[in-house]
């Protein structure tokens, strides 16, 4: 094609969009590069020649053309003329790429077929998640990742679990082909050695069919720092920095590298909401987890107002407003970590940035001192009794609460069963307060979270080279059994334990000197509703514990987590149902006698009256 005749197609064909566009003649490409003098597209169906395709201006730094000859699998790049030399840069909005050092792929979003997905999100108070990374999650192939296919295969497995919700570590395009995929070179693109585009449909697709909802995490506070066209993508930059794709002086700080976006460029605006709304619409998962949104909202991550962004804050709410417009059932996280209700605040308050939830620092950090405390004398009740309670924006499910994640695993730290026995999680103590743990994330308040690997103890720390060891499966079933029987009652799945998705908390009991904890959940309350959880965090069994209950008459034990069918070491400590009796005690009207093993969780409930 030359220069003449591209010039004349280009004035009649038009197409919106950013990036290539299929549509019925050829590919339309449209990009950004202000501080060019001149732009073409080179590629396979123009031998890679800089002088065929060429761009025409289209004001305010936007270049496009269109090309007959280009269809969907082509390679290309866009060629840049600049004051100072020639670029070959990848397309920043490319859906597919070779590798992060290869070349962009013409992508048909309209070429997968979803068939009947119908999927119906969950509501967030029966939302249960589980945090997995892709590439380490089942791989079939020693030295090798795991992708989207593979994962697939583990679908069965995490449907009898009982999760709903499965939230995907950042799959975007990174260099080489292990990364936890926090440094994303292409954050349009879905990693190749994943499978690219079409295997995380293919996934969101199934994981739909067996009715699990699709989080993604993404990563929108830095992009690389390395194998990224981004970076002085026209040539253009200041003090030695970025580009037009990002600040270029004090601003663009991050422990990551001077790599933050300009939240205040609108077309870097465009671009970020751009790439959430793709996810949320085209891919169709169920909602965004933002990963470290200080970085977003604050130049140094903290409530310094010289560094505050204003423009990261405006560029949050345009997102958050967008999507509880268009699709309200889906959820968007803030990692935000400094336990603030403005994180979740309505947008109409003054400070409110309206994300649906946010991880909860307040919650996993003296939860899992508690844990990993080795003398019961100063485990601190009061500080879990506080994490319990914890709530953002005047509602209990505003948290995610979790005892593990990738951060919380890695890092210098570790599994909480590592933490506790070093090289030796499958002894006594490490598996008694990690079931511990676990069984505090499914009763307390909040959307509760799972890390990969937990519920098969796995040991160690997080590593993008260290696969899941599936042998565990079998090796720990019944240890996995504890997590599924507790998901069920989380989700009410026998129809008396409502209380455990409401919205309220009570304490029954702190108690220090035995290392007591007592508490009730409930949503609208009575039989069926009200459950009590008593947890024992010392090494000490208690035959006649009286607890105050909020309820007459038979009580029944719906959860022991010392019962031996949960791992041939625990004790099997003959816990029981209970009848109350009348009596105020810990300011209840009912009170009862019950027995609990040494770390052990009891969890009580009446059945529901027909």
């Known amino acids: 094609m030359n220069n003449q005749t591209n010039n004349t197609v280009s004035d009649k064909i038009n197409v919106d969009g950013m990036g290539a566009i299929i549509h019925d003649n050829g590919v339309f490409f449209r990009v950004w590069a202000p501080n060019a003098q001149e732009v073409s597209v080179i590629g396979s169906f123009n031998d890679w020649n800089p002088n065929e395709a060429t761009f025409e201006k289209e004001g305010n730094g936007y270049w496009s053309t269109n090309v007959f000859e280009a269809k969907a699998g082509d390679e290309y790049k866009y060629y840049l003329k600049t004051p100072s030399e020639e670029l070959k840069r990848n397309d920043p909005y490319s859906r597919k790429l070779t590798n992060s050092a290869g070349n962009s792929i013409v992508y048909d979003p309209n070429n997968f077929d979803w068939e009947e997905d119908n999927f119906q999100m969950p509501t967030w108070n029966k939302l249960v998640i589980y945090e997995l990374h892709v590439g380490t999650y089942h791989v079939k192939n020693k030295g ?24 995907v570590m950042p799959p975007f395009e990174f260099p080489g082909n292990f990364s936890w995929g926090y440094n994303p070179s292409y954050p349009f693109a879905i990693e190749s050695s ?106 140094k991550a903290n409530e310094d107002s010289s560094s505050i962004l204003q423009e990261g804050l405006s560029l949050i709410r345009w997102i958050n407003s967008e999507v509880a417009e268009k699709f309200p059932w889906k959820i968007i996280i803030a990692e935000d970590l400094h336990g603030l209700d403005s994180i979740t605040d309505h947008l109409g308050n003054e400070c409110g940035l309206g994300f649906g939830s946010q991880w909860d620092a307040d919650f996993v950090h003296p939860i899992r001192k508690a844990l990993i405390e080795q003398e019961d004398e100063y485990r601190n009740m009061e500080s879990i009794c506080l994490a319990l309670l914890n709530k953002y924006s005047g509602d209990t499910f505003k948290r995610v609460i979790y005892t593990e994640s990738h951060d919380e695993v890695a890092n210098g730290k570790a599994r909480v069963a590592e933490e506790i026995a070093s090289d030796n999680v499958n002894n006594w103590f490490s598996k008694k307060r990690a079931s511990l743990g676990t069984a505090l994330v499914m009763t307390t308040g909040g959307i509760p979270m799972l890390f990969q690997g937990q519920e098969l103890l796995e040991d160690k720390w997080f590593s993008d080279t260290d696969p899941i060891d599936w042998t565990k499966a079998e090796k720990f079933k019944a240890f996995t059994g504890l997590h599924k029987d507790l998901i069920k009652l989380r989700l009410n799945y026998y129809n008396n334990t409502e209380g455990l998705t409401g919205q309220n908390t009570q304490i029954i009991r702190v108690d220090e000197t035995h290392k007591i904890i007592a508490f009730q959940r409930w949503s609208k309350g009575g039989q069926g509703d009200n459950t009590v959880v008593i947890l024992n965090f010392s090494n000490k069994s208690y035959e006649d514990l009286a607890i105050g209950f909020p309820q007459a008459g038979l009580w029944k034990l719906r959860f022991n987590s010392d019962w031996e069918g949960y791992d041939k070491d625990f004790d099997n400590f ?27 969780a009891l969890i009580f409930s009446q059945d529901k009256d027909e």
Do not use: C
């Not at 990742?145 to 009898?160: Q, R, T």
């Not at 990563?219 to 981004?230: A, S």
């Open 194 to 299: 994943y499978g690219g585009p079409d295997a995380f449909k293919a996934f969101i697709k199934a994981a739909h069919e067996y009715g699990i909802a699709v989080i993604l995490d993404v990563v929108y506070n830095h992009f690389g720092p390395t194998d990224m066209d981004l970076w002085q993508f026209d040539g253009w930059q200041e003090n030695g920095m970025g580009g037009i794709y990002f600040y270029n002086d004090w601003r663009a700080n991050t422990p990551w590298g001077d790599t933050r976006p300009d939240y205040g460029r609108p077309e870097v605006r465009q671009y970020i909401r751009d790439n959430a709304m793709m996810w949320l619409e085209e891919f169709r998962v169920d909602g965004l987890r933002m990963d470290m949104t200080p970085y977003i909202r604050n130049v």
């Open 144 to 167: 090798q990742v795991g992708d989207f296919y593979s994962l697939i295969e583990k679908l069965d497995y995490l449907k009898d679990l009982g999760i709903n919700a499965i939230e």
């Open 574 to 600: 003959d816990s029981h149902h209970i009848n109350t009796q009348a009596g105020e005690y810990d300011n209840m009207q009912h009170y009862a006698t019950i027995s609990i093993a040494a770390y052990t």
